[in-house]
């Protein structure tokens, strides 16, 4: 079962996050063999969305890097979205979802300069 987390991120920012991976038994989850992907979107039912770049640094650390740069996070606009974060093997055999939740796009009153 997927962790649930809310998100808060900066329009017009950087946004990277860190997602531990752990098992019932509380312990990091092993990730070798494994890569992630996931998405930002208005609704479930979008069919636009955002994604996350993600990387898994340490395999054996159970942490999945998700991040989104300051031009994604600028063309958002403001308001609650959804987004989740899966694990998949390379013939995409095993795909889980490990983190999901909402995510809130707060405005900014700095526009870049043109």
Do not use: H, W
Request: hydrophobic share 30%; proline share 6%.
């Amino acid at each position: 079962m997927a962790q649930y987390t809310d998100i808060t991120i900066d329009q017009g920012s950087t946004y990277s996050g860190k997602i531990p991976v752990v098992g019932a038994n509380k312990l990091p989850v092993n990730l070798t063999g494994f890569a992630a992907r996931g998405q930002i979107r208005r609704s479930y039912s979008s069919l636009t969305s955002v994604n996350f770049s993600t990387s898994i640094q340490d395999p054996e650390s159970g942490e999945i890097y998700i991040n989104l740069t300051p031009t994604q996070t600028g063309a958002m606009k403001p308001g609650r979205y959804v987004f989740d974060v899966e694990i998949y093997n390379e013939n995409e055999t095993d795909v889980i979802r490990v983190c999901e939740g909402q995510a809130e796009i707060t405005p900014r009153a700095t526009k870049p300069i043109e």
